[in-house]
Antibody, heavy 116, light 112 residues
Framework: QVQLVESGGGVVQPGTSLRLSCAAS????????MHWVRQAPGKGLEAVAI????????SYVDSVKGRFTISRDNSKNTVYLQMNSLGPEDTAVYYC?????????WGQGTLVTVSS | EVVMTQSPLSLPVTLGQPASISCRSS???????????LNWFQQRPGQSPRRLIY???YRDSGVPDRFSGSGSGTDFTLKISRVEAEDVGVYFC?????????FGQGTKLEIK
């Protein structure tokens, strides 16, 4: 079955960078778009970045444009989220999810805490 | 961006009774190919969201058949025919037709 495992979260100081990874299995990774969704503590859900099946299309929500970069390595069945210039507002659990127009399933998430 | 509006935000339900959650979008979710990318998710306390329904009414594998989705255009509904204790949690609708994907505020289902 489809499995998505996120890693790379942690506690970082404002202004620093972090790279999240999501290892996928159980489906033909290179045929599907992927995206990242975050959930701030006690808050709702926000889709932050999306990449097409071949990596040629990336899109971002306005709040992360210019700071976050989504990429993928189809040879490693992995999607990445490079996060730069992190601020307290980026504190959240980050989930990776399968799909371009569709969404699901999701991974278990990785917690990113931005705090001084 | 497409605004998703759920109601109610709080839903106390007696065990064995039905429950219904509404989700309305600010724009039609039908894409140029005729697909409607509307999903429903369940988030149990302390867990990550789990997709229940995709493309309005298709149930995910392993989802009990007491869950059903319906609707079209801008108006969608998630129904639980008979609520069980394990259904406690927050339910979200999500549209994927237009980027950015957007979510409803969430409906907290609790047992009365």
């Amino acid at each position: 079955q489809v499995q998505l495992v996120e890693s790379g979260g942690g506690v970082v100081q404002p202004g620093t960078s972090l790279r999240l990874s999501c290892a996928a299995s159980g489906f033909t990774f290179s045929q599907f778009g992927m995206h990242w969704v975050r959930q701030a503590p006690g808050k709702g859900l926000e889709a932050v970045a999306i990449v097409s099946y071949d990596g040629s299309i990336q899109s971002y929500v306005d709040s992360v444009k210019g700071r976050f970069t989504i990429s993928r390595d189809n040879s490693k069945n992995t999607v990445y989220l490079q996060m730069n210039s992190l601020g307290p507002e980026d504190t959240a659990v980050y989930y990776c999810a399968k799909g371009f127009y569709d969404s699901g399933p999701w991974g278990q998430g990785t917690l990113v805490t931005v705090s001084s | 961006e497409v605004v998703m509006t759920q109601s109610p935000l709080s839903l106390p339900v007696t065990l064995g009774q039905p429950a219904s959650i509404s989700c309305r979008s600010s724009q039609s979710l039908v894409d140029s190919d005729g697909n409607t990318w509307l999903n429903w998710f369940q988030q149990r306390p302390g867990q990550s969201p789990r997709r229940l329904i995709y493309k309005v009414y298709y149930r995910d594998s392993g989802v009990p058949d007491r869950f059903s989705g319906s609707g079209s255009g801008t108006d969608f509904t998630l129904k639980i025919s008979r609520v069980e204790a394990e259904d406690v949690g927050v339910y979200f609708c999500m549209q994927g037709t237009q980027w950015p994907k957007t979510f409803g505020q969430g409906t907290k289902l609790e047992i009365k």
